[in-house]
Every structure is written in C-alpha cells, then in structure tokens.
C-alpha cells in the first residue's frame, strides 16, 4: 500500500522538475494528485489545471474546481517558481517586481487559498479526521544564505522561509502543518535557465563541487522529502524549512580533506 494511499494532493508547478518529480512520486504512492502550471501539459494519472499563481482568482478557482473534483485536498507542494535577478546596482525594478510576483506573491495566493480551505475541511471532520491538510512550499538555501548574483530570488525565497513559519503558527491548532524546503543546486530546467551564460562551465562545475557529494541534486530527492513531509511520518513536523543540499551549506571544503584522503 502507497503512503498517499486515499490522499489528494495539488502540486504546483507539475509541468517541469521538482513539481513532475513530485507528481510522479505521489501518483507511485498511490495519491489523487492534481498537476497545475502555467500551461497545458501531460501528466499521465493526473488531473492537469491551468493555474498562473499570480492570479488570484485562478487559484482560487483551481482549488474550488479540486475540492469538488475530490471533496477535498489533503496536501498541496508549491513548487512553481522562477529564477532571475542579478546584483541589484544591474537590476530594473520590473525585474524584481517580477520575481517577488511570481515567487512570493504566488506562495502568498497559494497557501492563501490552500489554507482556507483546509481550515474549512478541519471544521469538517474535525482535526483528528481526515482532510486535515498539509502545505509544502519549495524556498531555497538562497532563502538561507547569500550567493553570488542573488538579489529578487534569494529574497523572494527567504520571504517564503519566513511565510512558511507564520503559517506553521497560525494553523497549528487546526491541525494543518506547513514546511518548507530549502533545495541545493538541483538539476532542472530552471537551473540550466539561470546558468545559461557562455563561460559559466567552470562555475557550474564548481557549483557541482559546492556539495558534499561533488554534485547536483536530483528533482527526485526533493520530491522523497515532499512526501515525507506530507505523510504522517511528518506528524510532528511542522514551521520547518528543510536544507535538502548535498551539505551545500553545512560548510566549506578547502582542499584538506583530500590532503587527507578523503577527495
Ligand atoms: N532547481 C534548483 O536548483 C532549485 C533550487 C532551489 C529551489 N528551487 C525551487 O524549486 C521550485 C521548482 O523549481 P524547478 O527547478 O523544478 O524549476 P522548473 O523551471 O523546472 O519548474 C518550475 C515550474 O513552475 C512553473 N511556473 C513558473 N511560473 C509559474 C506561474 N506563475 N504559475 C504557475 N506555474 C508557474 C513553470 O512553468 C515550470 O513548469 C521553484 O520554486 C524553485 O525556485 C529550485
């Protein structure tokens, strides 16, 4: 038996990396999942909505349209985002505007309407019933700490560390939990976006080198963490915000530990 076996899940973002991951995981454990994105796409075993999550009246009306398609939703992973920016003296303020828009504005809207209607499950069944609610919103290490270049986006993911907790405090007595996770460098679409530029080999290489194993993560890494935190072997867990980085930002190496042997 999966361990979303009976649960429905939305995840936004479901077109491309960390979000398919997640769809394609959840499915596997046996969930309802409901794929948003910007666009139409295919995700085999899903129900697919065009949802722009800057626009409020679409989000709202996705989760209208998802709780009357299945009498509810028990989880939802945020996980629609972009990645711009740049050192602020190189950066116009649509630019930002944009980024804040559709990262933090769009977790706002979504956990907005996630959580009211998680609140109106739990008056429902009660808080120990079922549909009780669980929020994951993907931030970022950026939203941890500084990196080079990092301005709208390391702002817009520290924004939604600190949205995550406010939640956390706000719906605990209801039942709903809400965490985030703080991804590395991971291997998708947007991260091959940002570090399009010509001679960025090297960097990326050294990015690569930046985690303890030496490499990227895997959208299907996030995607294990997304589901423990939606599963009930998450239920004490709650106003988190997750490192999933490879060791990313547990420290530095130098160069000893291959003196040592250890490369
Ligand atoms: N890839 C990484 O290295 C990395 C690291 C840390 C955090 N993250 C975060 O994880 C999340 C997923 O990133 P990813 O790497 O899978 O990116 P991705 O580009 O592969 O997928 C992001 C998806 O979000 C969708 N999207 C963008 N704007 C949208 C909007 N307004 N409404 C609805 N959907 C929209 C895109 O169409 C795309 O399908 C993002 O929030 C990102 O910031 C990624």
């Excluded at 626009?55 to 711009?84: L, N, P």
């Excluded at 808080?127 to 939203?143: K, P, T």
């Excluded at 939990?177 to 960025?200: E, Q, S, W, Y």
Aim: charge should be negative.
């Amino acid at each position: 038996m999966g361990r979303l076996e009976g649960r429905t899940a939305v995840v936004t973002g479901g077109a491309s990396g960390i979000g398919r991951a997640t769809v394609e995981r959840f499915l596997a454990e046996g969930a309802t999942v409901e794929s948003w994105d910007l666009h139409v796409h295919a995700a085999p075993g899903a129900t697919t909505r065009v949802v722009d999550v800057t626009d409020e009246a679409q989000v709202a009306a996705g989760f209208a349209a998802a709780r009357t398609a299945h009498g509810g939703v028990d989880a939802v992973v945020h996980a629609a985002g972009i990645a711009s920016g740049g050192p602020v003296h190189l950066l116009d303020e649509a630019e930002w505007a944009r980024v804040i828009s559709v990262n933090l504005t769009g977790t706002f809207l979504v956990d907005k309407h996630a959580a009211a209607l998680m609140l109106e499950q739990a008056a429902r069944f009660g808080i120990d019933g079922a549909q009780r609610g669980s929020i994951v919103n993907l931030a970022s290490v950026e939203g941890l700490i500084g990196t080079e270049g990092g301005s709208a986006y390391n702002a817009s993911k520290g924004g939604v560390v600190i949205l995550t907790k406010n939640l956390a405090i706000d719906y605990g007595r209801r039942g709903i939990r809400v965490n985030a996770i703080c991804p590395g460098f991971i291997d998708t679409p947007l991260l091959a976006g940002v570090f399009g530029l010509p001679g960025m080999e090297e960097v990326f290489a050294d990015i690569a080198r930046a985690h303890q194993f030496g490499r990227l993560g895997r959208a299907e890494e996030i995607a294990s963490v997304a589901l423990f935190l939606v599963s009930d072997d998450a239920s004490f867990v709650t106003g988190t915000a997750i490192p999933v980085d490879g060791g990313y930002i547990a420290g530095h190496r130098h160069g000893v530990s291959d003196l040592l042997g250890l490369g």
